[in-house]
């Protein structure tokens, strides 16, 4: 009762949390311009696309059966499937989906995944309220704002402390994304802020387990009970980010505010968003990318003798493996990268399998890769030199990777990802339409169609 | 994906994750003494009758208006109410209710209010799976252990920083309590606390908010589904508590891993719960406790000339208002806490009503009190001097308070405390019944007829 110890306090910060409700509640719909608009779709379709494609993992086939032992009511679809669930287990569930191959959008300064905490909340919503595809962009927009205006006060130092920043901010916005969804005003706004404020998500100690992607998807449920709290007159603090023992000094020891509201409602930060082209850590990106594009010059593996890689050191010391046994430890492997590359032309989800990841084809040609570590090359790029049986020899540099700020996905390559994920899960005649619905979100008088569209036909 | 910087990091700790798993999994029923048997109907007890208390309040409403709009089903009770709700929801509003008084237990080396997360978590679960009384009561005890112990891990550091430690350590004790009523053996019981130990849930900037006993009430929510999750094969570290990426090394600087496991399964934390005979803060109880000893000695207001109160400086820093205008202002003012005490003889959550506040005597009698503050005097003790207008003077010194761990309410304290609470919702004839259906807990072979004694007749 009488300690009144803070390690670190800023009592003079400002009122964020209003300051962002307000934003939420009162910013005009469709008020950014023509690429923003653009860019929340490509979140979207891209949410979508991994959603579905994660929707028969086994960690999202447990984190359903254990919601089913709630028997929740049929609010809202789980992607991908036929069962339906109260829409805040399908936030919940269909955010672990979106999260569980690695494989979905970063927002590259905080490394935060935004769309799965977000959309997953927003989407279970608007089903349920039969909102129109313009509120649901409006409310993803926003939302990721928030989240990421905050992952921006208080990274790096919150995610160096251990907090994975996807889930430990993503609460906020989906707690934004919802109230807005919900219309609620400025000050019930702020209270959800500040409910979902206490309830941050996510530990990196558990990367590598099913617990990684229950952080997008508890922080979007966690997020969308709040909006549902504040609209029933459930109250907090109104400085519940701010102040000295609120979120941010309490997760952070860096707390930059201006980042919360500078060039509010000008600059989006759903304007840097980026897609992963590859299913597997960055790092090895650039290498795919080399072998794709030789891939596309017409190299084939037979025809090569030798691969000399030259990469940044760390691409070795966090991907250097050099003979993976299974799926799981290729995806640490950047001479399986360039081997599935080249032979398969991507890296998806399927090219991390354990029978591709045995092929004898597959196995040989990473055995013909030598990697070399080179402080003078950046981690964002890669140099490999391919040398033919035939005596030719073929060069590539890659300076940024597809799917990098630099070189973003094209919506051409969205799609094409979009299909590798939906596919499997929906058949060949159910990715033409589901995208189609995506593209055209905004237009949507509501969001049956679209959910319709990305569950399997009866 | 480069950064690899910790601030403080302890890559050595001892396994605690897995050791206080395998203690909850196989730890024998009721294996210990008669004294911690007896507490853990005494923390059942003095929780059920605050859930019951609480169940009318706003926030209460709100929550479960909240639930609502997911359109539960009717797994269990909210307590002291007719509407049953899924028991994730049943979790999450008798854990709010529960702690809205501020008149729960609590474990005084960490101030965590164990019975909240825990008991909320476990008796929900109990109603749907039909277990019996004996299983219940294991699992809170056992719960407790888990939580209180980890409190012991991380604080004061863990506190002092901001967060709101009952709900930050609660999903824990609620993930081992659900995990051992559930039957799961030591791995999963591993899984259960690893998933529930990313999501601590607790800003100490919400007190004097709804979201303050929001966070009990998550906390039950969210260890209660991650026992579910685990029951489904959803993984986690299995280091989750003790990493340097961990819950512990990420939400404190302190981190004493011998206080998981010292004496474990012989010293039991549920034997140093302690429960508020008064609804207010703590520092004010020895001044109350002295009003209602002078009132049994037949001091009567009208008599009094004047009142000597010498307290702890402390004190009247935190509750040193004069002239509090309504009950919540009164519950920071040491001067209506022993006028409450001599009139009524008690200070429950009707003794803070804004009407007796205000009314006259009250009033008068409020006036008639000097508080001196004094360094000679402990922060646990009041030393009261009472001059009569007949010119006798009554003197009474407490150490320390009723409620203490010294002199610890005894059985018929909690029961007046229980009637109090319970009779305004369940009425003069639900009392009993309902606190024999306590008292015998371990004896009953479901809960069901506790149960249905909890909630109003039709």
Redesign the interface.
């Known amino acids: 009762?009488?300690?009144n110890?803070?390690?670190h306090a800023d009592t003079d910060a400002p009122p964020i949390t209003a300051e962002l409700a307000r934003f939420v509640a009162t910013h005009p719909s469709r008020g950014w311009s023509d690429a923003v608009e653009h860019e929340a779709h490509r979140t979207f379709v891209n949410w979508l696309g991994c959603a579905i494609g994660g929707s028969r993992h086994?960690?999202t086939d447990?984190?359903l059966?254990?919601v089913q032992?709630?028997?929740?009511?049929a609010?809202a679809a789980v992607l991908g499937r036929r069962e339906r669930v109260?829409?805040?287990g399908a936030a919940l569930v269909n955010g672990i989906a979106s999260h569980v191959f690695d494989f979905d959008d970063t927002h590259l300064r905080t490394?935060i995944h935004p769309a799965g905490p977000v959309a997953s909340a927003a989407l279970a919503l608007a089903e349920r309220r039969g909102s129109s595809g313009r509120v649901l962009v409006d409310s993803i927009v926003l939302g990721i704002d928030v989240a990421c205006r905050m992952g921006n006060v208080i990274y790096?130092?919150h995610?160096?402390?251990?907090?994975?920043i996807t889930?430990s901010t993503g609460m906020l916005g989906a707690a934004a994304a919802c109230a807005r969804l919900l219309g609620l005003d400025a000050h019930r706004t702020t209270m959800a802020l500040?409910?979902a404020?206490?309830?941050?998500?996510?530990?990196?100690?558990?990367f590598?387990?099913?617990?990684k992607p229950?952080?997008p998807g508890?922080a979007a449920r966690?997020g969308l009970?709040s909006a549902?709290?504040a609209?029933?007159?459930?109250?907090?603090?109104p400085?519940?980010l701010e102040?000295?023992?609120?979120?941010a000094?309490?997760v952070s020891?860096k707390f930059d505010w201006s980042e919360a509201t500078d060039a509010l409602g000008e600059r989006f930060e759903i304007a840097f968003n980026t897609y992963k082209p590859f299913a597997c850590?960055?790092?090895i990106h650039p290498t795919i990318d080399a072998a794709v594009q030789l891939r596309a010059r017409g190299v084939r593996a037979e025809a090569i003798d030798r691969v000399e890689l030259l990469v940044h050191p760390?691409v070795l010391e966090?991907t250097g493996k050099k003979e993976p046994a299974d799926g799981l430890q290729a995806k640490f492997s950047v001479y399986h990268g360039f081997a599935a590359g080249l032979i398969v032309g991507r890296a998806g989800e399927d090219e991390f399998a354990d029978a591709l990841v045995r092929r004898d084809d597959v196995v040989a040609l990473r055995r013909r890769v030598q990697a070399t570590a080179s402080d003078a090359i950046d981690?964002a790029s890669a140099d490999v030199t391919v040398w033919l049986r035939d005596g030719r020899r073929e060069h590539v540099f890659v300076e940024h990777a597809i799917g990098s700020l630099q070189r973003p996905m094209q919506d051409t390559d969205l799609a094409a990802k979009f299909a590798a994920l939906v596919e499997p899960v929906l058949g060949a005649g159910g990715v033409e339409p589901l995208l189609e619905s995506g593209w055209s979100l905004a237009q949507a008088a509501d969001v049956d169609a679209l959910v319709a569209r990305a569950v399997p036909a009866l």
């Open positions: 009762m009488s300690r110890t803070t390690l086994e960690a447990a984190a059966a254990a032992m709630l028997e929740p009511s609010q109260d829409m805040a490394i790096p130092q995610y160096d402390r251990g907090w994975h889930g500040g409910i404020a206490s309830q941050p998500v996510g530990l990196r100690e558990q590598g387990t099913m617990t229950l952080h508890a966690a009970v549902l709290l609209s029933r007159g459930f109250t907090a603090s400085r519940a102040a000295p023992r609120g979120f000094q309490v020891t850590g960055i790092v760390l966090l981690e």
